[in-house]
């Protein structure tokens, strides 16, 4: 775990001293598609809506509805597993209390081949029994008072019986001006809400009539955005609050004032039930194009994606293809790029969401061929992360101690620091998720112990094996941090060596 610097001033160094100049090396974040696989479809003459999907621990699962067709018993699931093999999966719908066939778009995974299916007022445990889907229960949406929900996330992996509930959509309420964010931990074992909280987030709530996506969840982090802040809210798995992490973009708040000085509190009373009247007072306004965050996804347990739309000016041509998307480390607390780099990559950029498995992410487009044969296709696309995006800066190798008060494995001290390209000065927190290959060669790790920790020859050898899994050629060093000076060395950081 390397921690940004943002310091770029070359350091000089009297004349006897070793010095390096500053790298400030370029973060790879690269979007590249890695397969695109052409769906034979159940029926070519049926178009299917295909704008939601949710995720199991191996596969990408896309629920399909008929376009224009409002008669039909069966919806289509196309699964893609990690190893990008198609199947189609068929279910019976179920009928709602008008009688008519129940449509469920969102759903979660559970253990042995079940899923929790979604619809307006229930909730399906459904099996996979080949390629169909076989409804085990049916469970009522629980009905608490001022709580409407309209999407299903997992939490606590797939083996819980716990799911989170939210709405993000603005439900017009007789008691209040607008709605605001609703989320509710869901014991569907009990039937039961265990944990709840509600975000007010303004006036930003009326954009929830775009598709953006501001909730994504980890098996032990729920993170929210808010629509018109720079902010994204952190909480845990009881929806207790661990962190407001604050995207280094505030030009989003134009945003916030915009909707503040255009839907005033008259106008939205006056069409309190009409919100299509809003609506589209925001889109002739240009809403689209003012900046917020767009889309957030956990990458894996530790890395939150964010997109933003930036502040783009009205008569851009570009405003839809250029967008800026940011990472952001849990554990490290920090962006590996604060300023967020300018992605044009479609995939990334549609209105779908974004659902991160293995660094690929599934998206579905369709086309028509010469013959007039409609045909959809999954688009595989992997995100490559460099985690070499750090900037090095220089050191002073007096603040070092020397070699022979070093401890190692071996018992041979008998090189110096000037052996090496790149010195990482770590302790217990290394980071667990970055492997940095061959990027990083003739790497010192200098491991420092607190003086109260254990350091016997088990736990060295632990931390060897670590490193040696972070970097291909690194060789590990121990010392205890009363013999470095922290005012001089971080951390956690990388400093590449040059001799002069």
């Known amino acids: 775990m390397l921690f940004v610097s943002h310091a770029f001033m070359l350091r000089s160094f009297l004349s006897f001293l070793l010095f390096i100049t500053i790298i400030s090396s370029v973060f790879s974040q690269e979007f590249s598609i890695k397969k695109q696989i052409e769906i034979n479809p159940i029926n070519n003459n049926v178009f299917y809506d295909y704008f939601e999907k949710f995720q199991c621990k191996n596969r990408t699962v896309v629920p399909l509805i008929p376009l224009y067709d409002t008669d039909f018993d069966t919806l289509f699931f196309l699964t893609i597993d990690s190893s990008n093999n198609v199947q189609w999966l068929q279910w019976k719908c179920e009928k709602d209390k008008d009688g008519d066939s129940d449509v469920c778009t969102k759903g979660v995974c559970l253990l042995n081949n079940e899923m929790l299916l979604m619809s307006q007022y229930y909730l399906y445990r459904v099996k996979q029994k080949g390629n169909?889907?076989?409804?085990?229960?049916?469970?009522?949406?629980?009905?608490?008072e001022n709580f409407d929900f309209e999407s299903i996330y997992q939490i606590n992996g797939n083996s819980s019986n716990h799911i989170l509930l939210v709405n993000t959509y603005n439900f017009s309420r007789s008691d209040t001006l607008h709605d605001v964010?609703?989320?509710?931990?869901y014991n569907f074992k009990k039937k039961k809400i265990e944990e709840s909280l509600t975000l007010d987030v303004g006036k930003g709530i009326f954009l929830s009539h775009f598709s953006y996506q501001w909730v994504t969840t980890s098996n032990h982090n729920i993170a929210v955005a808010h629509p018109c802040k720079p902010e994204i809210y952190l909480f845990n798995n009881n929806l207790s609050s661990v962190?407001?992490?604050v995207v280094d973009y505030p030009e989003i708040y134009k945003t916030k004032n915009f909707l503040d000085s255009i839907l005033t509190n008259n106008l939205i009373l006056k069409n309190k039930y009409k919100t299509a009247n809003l609506i589209k007072l925001l889109n002739e306004k240009k809403i689209v194009r003012f900046p917020k965050i767009e889309k957030i996804a956990f990458i894996n347990e530790d890395l939150l994606f964010i997109l933003i739309q930036p502040d783009i000016s009205i008569n851009?041509?570009?405003?839809?293809?250029?967008?800026l998307h940011f990472i952001y480390s849990i554990s490290n607390q920090e962006f590996y790029e604060t300023k967020g780099l300018l992605s044009n990559f479609n995939i990334i950029n549609s209105s779908q969401p974004l659902m991160f498995a293995n660094n690929c992410t599934v998206n579905l487009s369709d086309s028509v061929d010469s013959k007039n044969e409609y045909k959809y296709y999954a688009t595989i696309s992997k995100l490559s992360i460099d985690f070499q995006s750090k900037y090095m800066d220089a050191i002073d190798l007096?603040?070092?101690?020397?070699?022979?008060m070093l401890e190692n494995n071996s018992s041979s001290n008998t090189v110096d620091y000037s052996n090496y390209s790149y010195i990482m000065v770590a302790d217990y927190s290394a980071c667990s998720h970055c492997k940095f290959d061959d990027k990083f060669k003739n790497v010192l790790v200098l491991h420092v112990f607190s003086d109260t920790d254990r350091h016997d020859k088990a736990t060295k050898l632990f931390y060897i094996k670590k490193y040696e899994q972070m970097f291909n050629s690194v060789s590990v060093y121990f010392c205890t941090d009363s013999l470095l000076n922290f005012q001089n060395l971080k951390k956690n950081h990388i400093y590449k060596m040059e001799c002069d």
């Open 132 to 144: 169909k889907l076989k409804t085990v229960k049916r469970i009522k949406l629980p009905q608490k």
């Open 316 to 323: 851009s041509k570009n405003w839809s293809k250029n967008k």
């Open 181 to 185: 964010f609703r989320l509710a931990k």
């Open 243 to 245: 962190d407001t992490i």
């Open 398 to 404: 007096q603040v070092l101690p020397p070699f022979s």
